[in-house]
């Protein structure tokens, strides 16, 4: 993958640590109004950790800074965890009758749930070489059995792929087309 695909999933996860942030800042200006004096806290404790952070690791990771990448993984797993226990806590309110509101705890869970997603992204070996500005050529071509992001040539998704274990009959799960056009000898 070149660099620009490389830049282009970087402002992505970027962009979406920043969505996550101002979701939050939404979510928790219009619940706080609500509840008991424990959940003000706990909301108010949501606030003051996880927004300083999401807000801190967008401008790290704009600026490529070494701690960017921990700082992204971090702001994704704890705001997508957020996200998860705020929407099973609206579920459960829903269930006992506390809440007549079904839409956004779906919603909410499914927003923790690709928060959560993009953190193997992050991690991937690619992503970090990339990010550190290191060569791939580098390396040793041990690399080639290790997992890397690749993009499909048909619809330009991210893929995870082995690379020495691609093949011409391999699919891209999205757009169903190939993912290899001929074999290399």
Known sequence: ??????????RHLTRFIAIDVVLLILLLTTMGNSGSASIFVFYMLLGLVLIPLGIVSVI???????????LGIASLGFT?????????????????????EILLPVVLILLGTSTLKKIPTMKNPSYDLWYRGENSSQHSRNEFEQEVLATCPSCHSVLAV?????????????????????EEE
């Open 162 to 182: 082995f690379p020495n274990q691609l093949s011409i009959n391999d699919i891209c799960p999205n757009c169903n087309e190939g993912l290899v056009y001929s």
């Open 60 to 70: 790290s990771m704009l600026r490529r800074s070494p701690s960017g990448i921990n």
């Open 1 to 10: 993958m070149g660099p620009g695909r490389m830049e282009l999933l970087h």
């Open 80 to 100: 997508g965890a957020a996200f998860l226990l705020l929407g099973v806590l609206g579920g459960i309110s829903y269930l006992t009758g506390g809440s007549t």
